[in-house]
């Protein structure tokens, strides 16, 4: 990816800058970031960096530039003065002026080949609903808008598809607001909204208080739900997962391995707490730990497959013989020569073509059941039967359960 600045020009004249952040391909569909009231800061840098992964080609205008260009600022208390300072002078309609001098700009790049959308934070939420209601963009993302309340006379100008992600606690943005903002979209079929209970104003926003990880990662997988859904571009995951999986149990070659991922990927098995964070870490581990330390007759039996807009969830058997010392699973344990079955469940986020990180999971306890190093009795763990239970819902349930037989009907 690359981050370059172009000029724009204005309506009523001069010119102002606007960061440029391509995709890995060069071109696609395209994005109008809007800014916070903290301009364009290491953080919408970074926001450019992510959804240019994701395939989008990124502009981000510098809406401060009539003020002074070129602010970027921190989250400290200074700083957050200084941001403060600089919206009480911001012209909300000059701005939508430039953002309709962007999105025209946009439109008219070699590298912009589809449909152009907007995404927006704090300031930059309450831009996103400008920009869908009057700057032509053909969907729009907005998180937590400040003051969208206020402008809800412009409500059914807004004919694209759109999201608004609030949080449940946010100072900023009341509760009442939200509900007023619902009642004003209600008739709109094409608008979604994102409730985060317990979150705080700027959850999605990494090195300030409130950031909230797992709210920000939810909502941005239904950001990316609504520009994949409206503009594309659509890759195929599945096809992507299992070069992924050919490459680590098929050819066993660490480098096509990590070809397959971004540059900062991570891997973490749960039970055992191995994998990597980062591509130096991340290739060791192929190289001396997974590839390598994982049996020859391992297979792995598919029972089922969810697929998102950024993640598969691939649900298996894992089936193999433990003859060699498994450091990923087994670390430290002798190889004991028996066969194990194990249900395992994969969760695989993507960032546009590429993999970003594996959660996996599966029952430790039935795998040291099943190499005899855990004994069954009087333990409500199983063995094989897991995995059999798994395939076949047939079988008996309730076999750990010794009050099930207490619960029977008596026969009439």
Same mark, same amino acid.
């Given at each position: 990816m690359t981050g370059t600045y172009m000029d724009i020009a204005a309506a009523d004249g001069g010119n102002f800058k606007a960061l440029v952040t391509l995709p890995e391909s060069g071109s696609g569909p395209a994005i109008l970031l809007l800014q916070e009231i903290f301009g364009l800061n290491q953080q919408m840098h970074d926001v450019a960096k992510h959804y240019a992964e994701e395939g989008y080609v990124v502009v981000a205008p510098d809406l401060f530039w009539r003020i002074e260009p070129g602010i970027s600022l921190g989250y400290d208390e200074a700083d957050f003065g200084k941001a403060l300072g600089y919206l009480g002078q911001f012209d909300l309609d000059k701005a939508a002026e430039d953002m309709g001098a962007t999105v025209a700009a946009m439109r008219a790049m070699p590298e912009v080949t589809g449909m152009v959308g907007a995404l927006g934070f704090c300031l930059g939420g309450k831009l996103a609903f400008l920009a869908a209601a009057r700057c032509g963009v053909d969907c729009a993302v907005s998180y937590y808008g400040v003051g969208i309340e206020s402008l809800l %006379?412009? !409500?059914? !100008?807004?004919?694209?598809?759109? &999201?608004?992600?609030?949080?449940?606690? %946010? %100072?900023?943005? $009341?509760?009442?607001?939200?509900? =007023?903002? =619902? &009642? !004003? @979209?209600?008739?709109? =079929?094409?608008?979604? @909204?994102? /409730?985060?209970?317990?979150?705080?104003?700027? @959850?999605?926003?990494?090195?300030?208080?409130s950031y909230d990880k797992a709210s920000a990662m939810i909502a941005h997988t239904s950001a990316v739900a609504l520009f994949r859904r409206v503009m594309g571009p659509i890759y195929n995951l599945v096809e992507l997962w299992e070069a992924h999986?050919?490459?680590? @149990?098929?050819? +066993? %070659?660490? /480098? &096509?391995?990590? &070809?397959?991922?971004?540059?900062?990927?991570?891997?973490?098995h749960i039970p055992t707490m191995t994998g990597g964070v980062g591509y130096k870490d991340l290739h060791r581990f192929y190289k001396n730990h997974f590839i390598p330390k994982t049996p020859a007759d391992t297979k792995l039996i598919p029972i089922s497959r969810t697929v998102g807009s950024d993640r598969v969830v691939d649900e298996m058997l894992f089936c193999f013989t433990h003859d060699i010392?498994?450091?990923?699973?087994? $670390?430290?344990? !002798?190889?004991? +020569?028996?066969?194990?079955?194990?249900?395992?469940?994969g969760i695989i986020c993507f960032r546009g073509n590429k993999l970003y990180h594996e959660h996996i999971y599966w029952d430790q306890a039935s795998v040291l059941v099943q190499i005899g190093l855990l004994d069954p009795a009087n333990l409500p763990i199983a063995g094989i039967e897991t995995a059999k239970k798994m395939a076949d819902e047939s079988l008996p349930s309730n076999t750990l359960m010794a009050r099930w037989t207490e619960s029977e009907p008596a026969a009439e």
């Amino acid at each position: 990816m690359t981050g370059t600045y172009m000029d724009i020009a204005a309506a009523d004249g001069g010119n102002f800058k606007a960061l440029v952040t391509l995709p890995e391909s060069g071109s696609g569909p395209a994005i109008l970031l809007l800014q916070e009231i903290f301009g364009l800061n290491q953080q919408m840098h970074d926001v450019a960096k992510h959804y240019a992964e994701e395939g989008y080609v990124v502009v981000a205008p510098d809406l401060f530039w009539r003020i002074e260009p070129g602010i970027s600022l921190g989250y400290d208390e200074a700083d957050f003065g200084k941001a403060l300072g600089y919206l009480g002078q911001f012209d909300l309609d000059k701005a939508a002026e430039d953002m309709g001098a962007t999105v025209a700009a946009m439109r008219a790049m070699p590298e912009v080949t589809g449909m152009v959308g907007a995404l927006g934070f704090c300031l930059g939420g309450k831009l996103a609903f400008l920009a869908a209601a009057r700057c032509g963009v053909d969907c729009a993302v907005s998180y937590y808008g400040v003051g969208i309340e206020s402008l809800l %006379d412009e !409500a059914g !100008a807004v004919t694209c598809p759109m &999201a608004f992600h609030f949080a449940g606690e %946010d %100072d900023h943005v $009341p509760q009442e607001a939200v509900a =007023k903002i =619902k &009642a !004003a @979209f209600s008739d709109h =079929k094409h608008t979604e @909204f994102f /409730d985060y209970p317990g979150a705080a104003h700027a @959850f999605s926003t990494p090195g300030r208080p409130s950031y909230d990880k797992a709210s920000a990662m939810i909502a941005h997988t239904s950001a990316v739900a609504l520009f994949r859904r409206v503009m594309g571009p659509i890759y195929n995951l599945v096809e992507l997962w299992e070069a992924h999986v050919d490459y680590e @149990f098929g050819a +066993r %070659d660490v /480098d &096509a391995t990590m &070809a397959t991922m971004v540059d900062e990927p991570y891997v973490n098995h749960i039970p055992t707490m191995t994998g990597g964070v980062g591509y130096k870490d991340l290739h060791r581990f192929y190289k001396n730990h997974f590839i390598p330390k994982t049996p020859a007759d391992t297979k792995l039996i598919p029972i089922s497959r969810t697929v998102g807009s950024d993640r598969v969830v691939d649900e298996m058997l894992f089936c193999f013989t433990h003859d060699i010392e498994i450091d990923w699973m087994l $670390p430290g344990v !002798a190889p004991t +020569r028996r066969y194990v079955e194990i249900p395992l469940v994969g969760i695989i986020c993507f960032r546009g073509n590429k993999l970003y990180h594996e959660h996996i999971y599966w029952d430790q306890a039935s795998v040291l059941v099943q190499i005899g190093l855990l004994d069954p009795a009087n333990l409500p763990i199983a063995g094989i039967e897991t995995a059999k239970k798994m395939a076949d819902e047939s079988l008996p349930s309730n076999t750990l359960m010794a009050r099930w037989t207490e619960s029977e009907p008596a026969a009439e």
